[in-house]
């Protein structure tokens, strides 16, 4: 067996110029699994970026992770980015368990650990910015959150071919001005060297 060279990588020492963006995530199922359906929406100085999928056959935490990954995809340079999402498991995730998972080759030490090509895919596109994660309560009246959750609920609707590739996609000029939201920076990351 072949063993791997790990590093642990932190995340990207970025400059002054480095632009701020916010990204609002929510995904689900109906029923848990089945057909899905996820929404991202980045906002940066002057602008907004909506993009929404699904897949045929998933489960909700697929779905709220493909958000995040999409908003991530999405992103042209690398940038200061706070992801906002309702789902624990994602939060969580990427805030503490990433680190003890990619040091066991994306395993978990019992069981199995559940979507782990989607958790390094994250892993490695949040390295490539300085990336932290905010929890919002779920149907708490956030604005942002709130249409995320419309538009999931749209993308369970539609046909989809791969669950990555998005279905909508809408841009709009947005306030320059971007809210501070408290945040936790990603976790250290275990990758190939």
Known sequence: MQKLDLTLKGCLALGPEAPR?????DGGCRPNPGPGGWATILWTSGWELE?????????NNRMEMTAALAGLDALTCPARVTIVTDS?????????????????????????????????SLG?????????WAWTRGHAGVLLNERCDSLATEMLDCSHGDERVPSHRARSE??????????????????PA
Do not use: C, Q
Not at 174 to 186: D, G, I, M, N
């Open 51 to 59: 993009l929404g999928g699904g897949g045929a056959d998933t489960t």
């Open 21 to 25: 963006v916010l990204i609002y995530t």
């Open 88 to 120: 624990e498991y994602l939060y969580k995730g990427m805030t503490s368990w990433i680190t003890k998972w990619s040091s066991k080759g994306f395993k978990k030490k019992k069981g199995e650990l559940l979507n782990p090509e989607l958790w390094r």
């Open 174 to 191: 947005r306030s320059p001005s971007l809210p501070e939201v408290p945040a936790l920076k990603t976790a250290g990351i275990w990758l």
């Open 124 to 132: 490695e596109a949040a390295l490539e910015h300085e990336t932290s």
